[in-house]
């Protein structure tokens, strides 16, 4: 399968523990989106990679969130401290490089968090 | 922030009824408006608009976008079950930063 893939796909953590969530884009997509999305509303934008630069973060992001993209291919989302609000699904999303601008973002599965 | 709202929230029709979603958007640096259908997972992605006043036409499903009126619509005609599913529009900036809205719950009756 090459579409994105999120590990691992189902977390529970007690509050005030780490959790950290990986994200392999399909191959040569140079970007990487991270969002959150809790039940009956739309994706959140967290943050946005073009290759290993973090180019975009969400003002609503505290700063226990925080995410890498080292050498341009596989991301971490990491959460410090959990708190019962983290709970949510986290998306993470690939898009290939254009020379016209930006495109369509593959989602992956998704990472739910449940912070008890 | 830059906001994306969706209407109706929810809308529960007969198998081959049409019906029509909209999206509007309030956005600086926009580039393009994404709709995408989202089941039991991730979203999968439906339409890219980025030109005021062009069609995209996939099978049953179209949509349009006016950036005069900062304003999108999708339609689906002929709906079948199939089609129950919550429909997200996004707007995407110059930046790559998105905004999504938080959808239309659609279901489809037989």
């Known amino acids: 399968d090459t579409g994105v893939s999120q590990n691992p796909r189902h977390k529970i953590t007690k509050r005030g523990q780490n959790v950290t969530f990986r994200c392999d884009p399909i191959s040569e997509h140079n970007r990487l989106y991270w969002y959150r999305q809790t039940l009956g509303q739309g994706p959140e934008f967290l943050t946005y990679?073009?290759?290993?630069?973090?180019?975009?973060k969400s003002r609503l992001l505290s700063d226990r969130f925080s995410a890498e993209r080292p050498k341009g291919s596989f991301s971490t989302l990491e959460i410090q401290r959990t708190e019962q609000g983290d709970s949510a699904m986290y998306l993470c999303?690939?898009?290939?490089?254009?020379?016209?601008?930006?495109?369509?973002?593959?989602f992956g599965p998704g990472t739910r968090l449940t912070v008890l | 922030e830059d906001k994306v709202v969706q209407s109706p929230l929810s809308l529960v029709v007969h198998e081959g009824d049409t019906v029509t979603l909209n999206c509007s958007y309030e956005?600086?640096?926009?580039?393009?408006l994404l709709w995408y259908k989202q089941e039991k997972k991730a979203p999968t992605f439906l339409f890219m608009l980025?030109?005021?006043?062009i069609e995209k036409k996939s099978g049953r499903l179209s949509s349009i976008l006016d950036k005069k009126e900062l304003s999108s619509i999708l339609n689906i005609t002929a709906t079948q079950t199939g089609d129950s599913a919550i429909y997200l529009c996004?707007?995407?900036?110059?930046?790559?930063?998105?905004?999504f809205g938080d959808g239309t719950t659609l279901t489809v009756k037989p």
């Open positions: 996004a707007e995407l900036t110059n930046a790559g930063k998105s905004t």
């Open positions: 990679f073009q290759n290993e630069a973090q180019l975009e």
């Open positions: 956005v600086t640096n926009f580039r393009s």
């Open positions: 999303a690939s898009s290939p490089p254009t020379g016209t601008g930006y495109n369509e973002q593959f």
């Open positions: 980025t030109s005021s006043g």
